[in-house]
């Protein structure tokens, strides 16, 4: 790999074992980075290009998860230039509604909709940094999150659920109550639920996990109605790893410590990518030599 300052100078980087994304949102998780890695041949640690790309997009998403019988909550897909009038959603989805970009990460451009100035104004900043947008029925429930690990061999292990309950001052997770207010929300780990719930969320979070393509490791966001029922919010494909972050969290209350969580998510995609590379070589014994060698030493 070759680093490039901005006199034009480059330098070689030190050889690099695997690559652990942290970046979120479009370019992150959405298969583009993942696509790097692997036309780079470097093992990269956490989900690949179809699941992070089917992840990410929350339109896709939906279909995949509906698609496998799994519960959504009811949407309406905007692109740009389609005059979508707030009445006309308002009738499909009830008062107040959701309107999200399509394909962006932490609550970026969210707004929870109760009348016409409030759909302009989230119309507007959606279409800013998207170029499709999800209005989406409001779920009254409670935010319930599950931290999902797959091993090289393809054997999942789901965590205990964890509960996101968001300050009243914000009304829902906003990128604020994530990432800028300290008080903006509560990570209850694990979540109060009774065992017959958990066992629920746990089998719907592996469900969605494979419904969307995902491997290796994603977060799954489900809603807890008041009566019971679960619905698949979204799968997150680059979960948070800081301190406050429900993945690790999760993993944790489930006897796997961080410690122990990176080194398995690092073990699987030195498994994993060694024998993809094996059998792309197998395949392709007319391979370009410099690339093979690069890959032998």
Request: charged share 20%; aromatic share 6%.
């Amino acid at each position: 790999m070759i680093a490039v300052d901005k006199a034009g100078g480059s330098q070689a980087f030190p050889a690099v074992d695997a690559i652990f994304p942290l970046l979120h949102g479009q370019w992150g998780e959405d298969g583009s980075v993942q696509g790097l890695a692997s036309v780079a041949r470097l093992p990269l640690i956490g989900c690949g290009i179809i699941g992070s790309a089917n992840a990410l997009d929350k339109g896709l998403a939906k279909r995949l998860l509906s698609e496998a019988g799994l519960p959504t909550a009811r949407s309406v897909a905007l692109r740009r230039g389609e005059n979508v009038p707030f009445e006309t959603l308002a009738e499909a989805l009830g008062v107040p509604y959701f309107l999200k970009p399509a394909t962006q990460g932490s609550s970026v451009g969210v707004g929870k909709i109760t009348s016409p100035d409030e759909f302009e104004t989230a119309r507007t900043l959606g279409f800013h940094v998207d170029h499709c947008l999800i209005a989406e029925e409001f779920i009254d429930g409670r935010e319930i999150e599950c931290a999902i690990l797959e091993d090289a061999d393809g054997h999942l292990f789901t965590s205990r659920p964890g509960e996101i309950a968001t300050g009243a001052q914000h009304g829902f997770y906003t990128y604020e109550a994530k990432y800028v207010d300290a008080a903006g929300a509560d990570l209850l780990v694990p979540a109060p639920l009774n065992t017959q719930l958990e066992k629920r969320v746990r089998s719907l979070a592996a469900e969605a996990f494979r419904a969307v393509g995902c491997d290796t490791m994603a977060r799954v966001d489900v809603f807890l109605t008041g009566d019971d029922r679960l619905i698949v919010n979204e799968l997150n494909t680059v979960p948070g790893f800081t301190d406050i972050s429900m993945y690790p969290k999760a993993m944790a209350a489930s006897g796997l410590s961080l410690p122990q969580l990176i080194d398995r998510l690092i073990g699987s995609a030195m498994v994993r990518f060694d024998g993809f590379d094996t059998a792309d070589r197998d395949l392709a014994p007319n391979a370009n030599p410099a690339i093979t060698a690069k890959r032998e030493t």
